[in-house]
């Protein structure tokens, strides 16, 4: 009876276990690609005409675009946490750069992993602390470097050697290709570019260097009919880039020049930045930008202010989207390796970055503002067997959805914590209303580039931002009108109605994302106790 009963025992478990296998081989594997202040004007999908990114294109093609995809708040550190956790960044902690990631919260990895998925973290992730929920992980170090960098591989760090961005697509194909194949995996895929300084690949530099871009129709901006916060930011291509460090002018042409450098690190960011080259990539990187510099030399004493920001645009321009191009490849590659393989069909490619960025748009860089070009983010997804190739949609996504979209697609259950929600009905056709708006939270401040601290909901046509600390003020702007956010309509008696609405809309998506007055107070006095 007993040794019946083993049999049957032992016949029932090994058809779970294989019934376990065929299941788990079904299930998606993923590919979540995070560029690091890659803005949706950068890449061709999106039309604005600036560059060319055939292979993150191909994704659009091949699946979905997303036009209004959003970041909770519009900072490197905290939109990896939110990524990870599903949650606002005054629930996960993260609000800032500064602030520390608490790595024992639950994450979406974590639950991938308990239920049967390998998982690897692959790049950027600017976190302190051991990244848990992943059994791989080789990540940079704060910012990482561009040529030659220390990555942190399993907790030992190592200088690689090569570009970095060509180094981070190697060891991501590389892990895929040793993974145990009977389990479905997960990777993040973290890019630093095209982060500030901005280094280009080699082979990339001449031909984008060559180039003149298009300027944005507000790269003059004087921020009339707007409020303090946008006059009072530091993130102006003419006052506030390090002519050095950002626009690669050498050093000792800066002083000859006499030009002035907003930071004070502009020089030594220059030297360390091409410090980490070997003889031959520095001879390469000199062929080119040398002449360049000396041309700037020969014509600066009979620049205006207006030629200067031109020409700051351009140089700016050129270098950071020469390293947008490397990451461009790396998306090629990555495809490719993945049909070679025979993943394609099973795996869920997304393209994102961590916020978006300013291209010369208000005559800015950098990211921080809820308004558009730095709240929206890219948003790529590719998935044959549930995405009509060639989608586009206007739902108002966020990386607050990501966690909880990847768990839906995986079969595991969404926490009831997260603050997401997946939007995997959105992709697959199933469902046309997705939310009416969305919320964001803004800490990073007073801390470069100055950007207030500030809060503020957006919906299909309207967005209303409170600015708080040492300022009071309220903008709200009609973006069917106004898409490049001009002209603050808060005190437009035409606008009364709907300034109303906005309020009552606000008051009641903070009350349902657990937000209020006290925690923004809360964190105020962290810092003040600092
Ligand atoms: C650095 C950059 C800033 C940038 C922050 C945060 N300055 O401090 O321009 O806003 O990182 O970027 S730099 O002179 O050191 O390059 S984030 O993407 O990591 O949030
Ligand atoms: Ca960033």
Redesign the pocket.
């Known amino acids: 009876m007993i040794r019946f009963y083993l049999i049957i025992t032992a016949l029932l478990f090994g058809f779970l276990s294989h019934a376990q296998k065929q299941g788990s081989a079904k299930r998606p594997n993923i590919v979540y690609i995070m560029s690091?202040?890659h803005g949706y004007q950068a890449i061709s999908a999106y039309g604005y005409g600036l560059n060319k990114t055939a292979n993150i294109d191909r994704l659009a093609k091949e699946g979905i675009l997303f036009n209004r995809a959003t970041v909770t708040n519009s900072?490197?550190?905290p939109s990896r946490a939110v990524l990870l956790t599903g949650k606002h960044s005054y629930i996960n902690g993260k609000i800032d750069?500064e602030a520390k990631f608490n790595w024992d919260q639950d994450n979406f990895a974590k639950l991938l992993q308990q239920h049967g998925y390998q998982t690897a973290l692959i790049g950027k992730i600017?976190m302190d602390g051991i990244p848990q929920g992943f059994d791989h992980s080789a990540v940079l170090i704060d910012?990482g470097e561009y040529y030659n960098p220390n990555f942190i591989i399993n907790g030992e760090k190592q200088q690689l050697q090569g570009y970095v961005t060509d180094l981070t697509t190697d060891m991501t194909l590389d892990w895929i290709a040793h993974r145990d194949t009977n389990k479905p995996f997960c990777v993040l895929y973290h890019q630093k570019a095209p982060?500030?300084?901005w280094l280009p690949a080699l082979r990339h530099i001449k031909s984008y260097t060559a180039q003149t871009f298009k300027e944005p129709a507000t790269l003059f901006d004087d921020f009339s009919n707007r409020g303090t916060a946008a006059k009072t930011a530091e993130m102006n291509i003419l006052k506030h880039m390090?002519w050095a460090?950002d626009n690669k002018v050498p050093p000792a042409m800066v002083d000859e020049l006499g030009l002035k450098s907003f930071?004070t690190?502009d020089k030594a960011?220059f030297n360390n930045n091409l410090g980490r080259m070997n003889a031959a990539e520095r001879a390469a990187w000199d062929s080119v930008y040398n002449p360049i510099m000396e041309e700037f030399k020969a014509k600066y004493p009979n620049m205006s202010q207006e030629d200067l920001m031109r020409w700051r645009y351009q140089r700016y321009m050129q270098d950071y989207l020469g390293t947008v191009a490397a990451v461009d490849d790396g998306v090629g590659r990555l495809l490719d390796f993945l049909k070679e393989n025979n993943l394609d069909e099973n795996t869920i490619v997304i393209y994102t970055s961590?916020q978006g960025f300013y291209l010369g748009e208000h005559g800015w860089f950098?990211k921080r503002f809820m308004y558009e070009e730095s709240l929206r983010t890219p948003l790529l997804i590719r998935y044959p067997k549930e995405i009509t190739a060639g989608s586009k949609s206007d739902a108002l996504v966020q990386n607050l959805d990501f966690a909880p979209t990847i768990l839906d697609y995986a079969g595991v259950e969404i926490p009831k914590e997260m603050q997401g929600k997946s939007f995997r009905k959105i992709m697959n056709g199933k469902e046309k209303k997705f939310r009416d708006a969305i919320y964001y939270t803004y800490y990073e401040y007073p801390s470069?580039?100055m950007v207030k601290r500030h809060y503020g909901i957006r919906t299909d046509r309207y967005k209303l931002i409170h600015f708080y600390y040492d300022a009071d003020e309220w903008e709200l702007y009609d973006l069917e009108k106004d898409p490049q956010e001009m002209h603050n309509v808060y005190s437009d008696p035409a606008y009364r109605k709907i300034r109303s609405q906005m309020h009552k809309k606000l008051d009641k998506i903070r009350k349902e994302y657990k937000d209020s007055n006290e925690n923004n107070q809360r964190f105020i006095s962290q810092i003040k106790n600092k």
Do not use: T
């Open positions: 690091d202040d900072l490197c550190a750069n600017h910012q982060h500030r300084e390090s460090g930071l690190w960011a961590d950098d470069i580039h």
